[in-house]
């Protein structure tokens, strides 16, 4: 039979989820990751106005251009990586803790060479889910059978290029690794994904020392440039992914109560 409306409010599927959940420490109804779950450095985010200061961890590669003199030397001041996880871990937090479910999609965006986009809905906005679905997130993300569940819910709000709401305007539907999502524009004029709207969004950008010498080192100029690797985090005010996928969670406990009622 096909799942209805009913099940979204079955009595039986919520005291199946709460034993589910049990007495574990790091789960309660609100919600609310651990503290150790985000990220901490020394320095704040950077704005993308200022000029980093003398505190920035700085790493250098220089490169040579063996046909012609001067030579080019980069120095990296500002990671746009590491700055839109700041930002996640940051501002977004219970979603960072999401994104921490599934290591290869966080892995991913680290290691990306070309730069990403990520739906991030905040801490309200997945508060606002009610009892029973934060429930079931709840004990899915502790429950090894289901956290495969977990990972795609995740990997739906990760695009492998930083993607701007303008190109997904225009072209009304965004690629992720594990499927497309549809993109409308409100009766408001906003921009939503899959039903979730886009509040506002914040474009982080490399930003590098170049560095002019000439064939004996010496230097010759430097210039701050921008330019590269984009990271963007688009602030939506809900999750994106299938409903589906809910439809999946609740089958699943509805199963499990069933079997526990059997059993008795």
């Known amino acids: 039979p096909s799942l ?10 919520i005291i199946a989820v ?5 007495s574990n420490e790091r789960f309660a109804l609100s919600f609310t990751p651990p503290s150790s779950t985000r990220i901490r450095r020394q320095q704040a985010m950077t704005p993308r106005s200022s000029v980093a200061t003398s505190s920035t961890t700085i790493t250098t ?5 063996s046909s012609s003199y001067p030579r080019i030397g980069h120095t990296s001041i500002y990671n746009s990586a590491e700055q839109a996880e700041q930002c996640l871990s940051d501002y977004f937090p ?11 999609a966080l892995q991913r965006i680290r290691d990306s060479k070309v730069g990403f986009a990520v739906f991030a809905p905040s801490d309200a906005a997945i508060d606002s889910l009610g009892t029973e679905k934060l429930g079931l997130l709840e004990a899915a993300c502790n429950d ?3 956290l495969p569940i977990v990972e795609l819910m995740v990997a739906f709000h990760v695009v492998s290029a930083p993607m701007t709401a303008e190109v997904m305007n225009k072209y009304n539907v965004v690629s992720t690794s594990v499927g497309e999502l549809p993109v409308e524009r409100s009766a408001e004029g906003m921009l939503n994904v899959n039903g979730a709207n886009i509040l506002q969004s914040y474009q982080f950008e490399d930003r ?6 000439d064939k004996d080192g010496n230097l010759l100029g430097s210039e701050v440039v921008e330019g590269g690797k984009k990271c963007i985090v688009h602030e939506v005010d809900g999750l994106v992914f299938p409903e589906n996928l809910w439809n999946t969670l609740y089958m699943y406990y509805q199963s499990k109560n069933s079997e526990v009622g059997a059993s008795e």
Do not use: C, H, W
Not at 18 to 22: D, E, S
Not at 61 to 65: E, K, V
Not at 208 to 213: G, R
């Open 144 to 146: 090894e059978d289901l």
């Open 94 to 104: 219970k979603f960072y803790y999401l994104l921490q479910m599934n290591p290869t």
């Open 61 to 65: 590669a220089t490169t040579t251009r």
């Open 18 to 22: 709460y034993a589910f959940v049990g």
């Open 208 to 213: 590098t020392i170049q560095n002019y010498q």
């Open 4 to 13: 209805t409306m009913s099940i979204f409010t079955s009595s039986a599927i």
